[in-house]
């Protein structure tokens, strides 16, 4: 079964610190998998793509990390600011057939000041 | 060049009722996909458009319905609504979608909220 897990659920870090998310999947046969930021109220935003090949991509202070054979990956934030609190979701995608994005639940971080 | 936009932002119903929301895409974009939203399940997918037919559909149930119109506007019509429709309704366009490599472009949604 295809699936898209996250941890942790929830977190609170304070402003400054760095932090580091989970994503694990099942899915198969991979295509790329993405990392979207949605704010309360607003929809999701891409922040990082990656393919079977890609095992770091940063997006500023967003770096994200792709372990393919253990079908990991992780999105570390580091220097967090206040304007980080936000959802953060995993999207992963298979390379054909229909419904070929599998969404994570999300980590929502609050980062306080 | 404008983002995706949805309408209305915000919509309460009452149970039976239906609803129909509404996409328009960014500028040049021709698939249109649906989501929705909600705290316990995240966000599943519904239905996507592209060229003015249904390329993929989600596992939801005949209430939920859709359509394409020629300049790519779509709209989402939910019939007979329950409870259990209440969430956040995303629209998300892309060049020719069917995920791939092609970033979505979300809008802000349409919180629906059924009584």
């Known amino acids: 079964k295809n699936q898209v897990e996250q941890s942790p659920q929830s977190l609170i870090i304070l402003e400054g610190k760095n932090c580091t998310l989970q994503c694990n999947y099942t899915v198969s046969p991979f295509s790329n998998l993405r990392w979207y930021k949605q704010d309360t109220g607003r929809g999701p935003v891409s922040l990082t793509i990656?393919?079977?090949?890609?095992n770091t991509k940063s997006n500023g202070r967003y770096t994200a990390t792709l372990d393919a054979d253990t079908k990991q990956s992780s999105l570390h934030i580091t220097a967090s600011q206040l304007s980080d609190s936000a959802s953060y979701i995993c999207v992963v995608s298979v390379r054909s057939g229909a419904n070929n994005l599998f969404f994570g639940t999300g980590t929502r971080l609050t980062v306080i000041p | 060049k404008a983002g995706v936009t949805q309408t209305p932002r915000y919509l309460i119903k009452t149970r039976g009722q239906q609803v129909t929301l509404s996409c328009s895409p960014i500028?040049?974009?021709?698939?249109v996909s649906w989501y929705q939203q909600t705290p316990g399940q995240g966000l599943q997918f519904l239905f996507e458009y592209f060229s003015e037919t249904q390329r993929n559909k989600g596992n939801f149930p005949g209430r939920f319905s859709g359509r394409q119109f020629s300049n790519s506007r779509s709209e989402m019509n939910v019939s007979t609504l329950e409870l259990g429709d209440s969430a956040l309704y995303l629209c998300?366009?892309?060049?020719?979608?069917?995920?791939?490599?092609?970033?979505?472009?979300f809008g802000p949604g349409t919180r629906l909220l059924v009584l």
């Open positions: 990656m393919t079977f090949s890609e």
């Open positions: 500028s040049g974009h021709r698939s």
């Open positions: 998300a366009s892309s060049l020719a979608g069917s995920g791939g490599f092609e970033t979505q472009y």
